[in-house]
Nanobody, 120 residues
Framework: VQLQASGGGLVQPGGSLRLSCRASGNISKINSMGWYRQAPGKQQELVAVIAGTGNKNYADSVKGRFTTSVDNAKNTVYLQMVSLKPEDTAVYSC???????????????WGQGTQVTVSS
C-alpha cells in the first residue's frame, strides 16, 4: 500500500487549499485517518482526525477553518483548509488506517509530507 499526498503550495493569508492523500494497493477501505502538521522548530501537531466510527475531531487551532473527509470510492482522504493564516505554515502529512483486502486486516500508513506556506 502506498499513500500519495498532493495539494500543498503557497497561498496568501485568507486563502484556501485542499490537501489529498490517495491510497493505492490491495485495500478494502480506509477505516480511519489523521492529518498532522509540523512547523519549523515545533513539535508535530495532530490537526484533524476521522475515527473508525466516522466521528471527526479537530485541533482548536483549526476548528471552523479545516474540514477533513474520506472518499472510499477513490481511496482518498482530504483536508480542506480555508481562511488560512501564516501560523498554518507547516509540512502536512496524512496517517491512514486501511483495511487490507481480502481479510480486512487493519494497517497504518504514512503519506509523504506536503508543504503548505501561508504568506503575503
Amino acid at each position: 500500500v502506498q499513500l500519495q499526498a498532493s495539494g500543498g503550495g503557497l497561498v496568501q493569508p485568507g486563502g484556501s487549499l485542499r490537501l489529498s492523500c490517495r491510497a493505492s494497493g490491495n485495500i478494502s477501505k480506509i477505516n480511519s485517518m489523521g492529518w498532522y502538521r509540523q512547523a519549523p522548530g515545533k513539535q508535530q501537531e495532530l490537526v484533524a482526525v476521522i475515527a473508525g466510527t466516522g466521528n471527526k475531531n479537530y485541533a482548536d487551532s483549526v476548528k471552523g477553518r479545516f474540514t477533513t473527509s474520506v472518499d472510499n470510492a477513490k481511496n482518498t482522504v482530504y483536508l480542506q483548509m480555508v481562511s488560512l493564516k501564516p501560523e498554518d505554515t507547516a509540512v502536512y502529512s496524512c496517517n491512514v488506517q486501511v483495511l487490507l483486502y481480502p481479510d480486512n486486516t487493519p494497517r497504518w500508513y504514512w503519506g509523504q509530507g506536503t508543504q503548505v506556506t501561508v504568506s503575503s
